[in-house]
């Protein structure tokens, strides 16, 4: 109520007291709750290492979700050394468990090989579960292996595909790469207008490339009326 501000004004301050109760009397969820407020610094100063140490209690309860904080926290060095491997083992708990960003994140540790041995064909298993329950930049990363034939044989039009869903969902760099797809004719027929109208919702976004190259091609007249 206090967190959300239902039926009472929103208070952080006094949702981390419930919260604290709630975990005296051994609710595991608000393990986890609270160790989220800790991590933004919600209620309170943002602490890292208390936001792990509750993550910490929580994953030892069976809360996944706890595991995917952890593994953020492992990676990033939010409070601790940067530690891979850790970062793989949270996030494995997290994605076998079906959390969609944690199979993202998966994904990404056996692409550039961090915490375990790379493995393309490892990083396009997690990218395909994730992709499946919506996360954008799975979708986007399925484009990149395919448009390089990492851990899958070079498909340039499939590659077009899967970036053409990420970009569909919203994600601007996606929506930037098929500014150069059509722009090239890789994976798709090269149409100037297309890619600058691609470009355009990337830059409209706030994607910084995506506005470079619309400016440019707004001045040169390229796809558009010089302007």
Known sequence: MYANGE????DYAIAVQWLQRAIDKGHRQ????LGVYYYWGRGVARDYA???ALFEQASRQGLVGADHNLGLIYEYGLGVAKDF????????RAAEAGIARSQFSLGVLYAAGRGVKQDYAQAMHWYRKSAAQGEREAMNNIGYLFEHGLGVAKNVAEAAGR????A????PAAQFTMGNMYTRGI???ADKAVATAWYRKAAMA????????LGYNLAQGEGVKAD
């Not at 039926?7 to 929103?10: D, I, N, S, T, Y």
């Not at 608000?30 to 709750?33: C, G, H, I, S, T």
């Not at 970036?163 to 990420?166: F, G, M």
């Open 206 to 213: 706030g994607y910084a490339s995506a506005q470079s190259v």
């Open 187 to 189: 994976g798709v027929k």
């Open 30 to 33: 608000a393990l986890l709750v």
């Open 163 to 166: 970036y053409r869903k990420a």
């Open 7 to 10: 039926g009472v004004k929103q």
């Open 50 to 52: 208390k936001a792990r």
């Open 168 to 171: 569909e969902a919203g994600l």
């Open 85 to 92: 491997a850790k970062a793989f083992g949270h996030y494995s």
